[in-house]
Nanobody
Framework: QVQLVESGGGLVQPGGSLRLSCAAS????????MGWYRQAPGKERELAAT???????TYAESVKGRFTISRDNFKRTVYLQMNSLKPEDTAVYYC??????????WGQGTQVTVSS
């Protein structure tokens, strides 16, 4: 089992920044993908960004150039730096830890609200 603890969500004005963190503990595998998905009200959960164990990132087109994902393997933590936030970025952001297609773990989610 893998446990994920998320932090860093909140309310921010358009154009502002937030940094999300997600720390993993438990049965950690060396080869894994960590990242963030998000779900807005009335919409399906969608990719925001992921990063593999050697640091290769993947971004949704909607966040490219604004979000930066990084990880600290020693701390078993993944970060999402979100800049130039837009109201459409408002969602619950869920941390993901993936070992394989059949072994995925999710955090409880952290709310990000972008509003003036």
């Amino acid at each position: 089992q893998v446990q994920l603890v998320e932090s860093g969500g909140g309310l921010v004005q358009p154009g502002g920044s937030l940094r999300l963190s997600c720390a993993a503990s438990g049965s950690i595998f060396l080869i894994n993908v960590m990242g963030w998905y998000r779900q807005a009200p009335g919409k399906e959960r969608e990719l925001a960004a992921t990063i593999d164990h050697i640091g290769n990132p993947t971004y949704a087109e909607s966040v490219k150039g604004r979000f930066t994902i990084s990880r600290d393997n020693f701390k078993r933590t993944v970060y999402l730096q979100m800049n130039s936030l837009k109201p459409e970025d408002t969602a619950v952001y869920y941390c993901l830890y993936r070992v394989s297609s059949s072994a995925e773990y999710w955090g409880q989610g952290t709310q990000v609200t972008v509003s003036s």
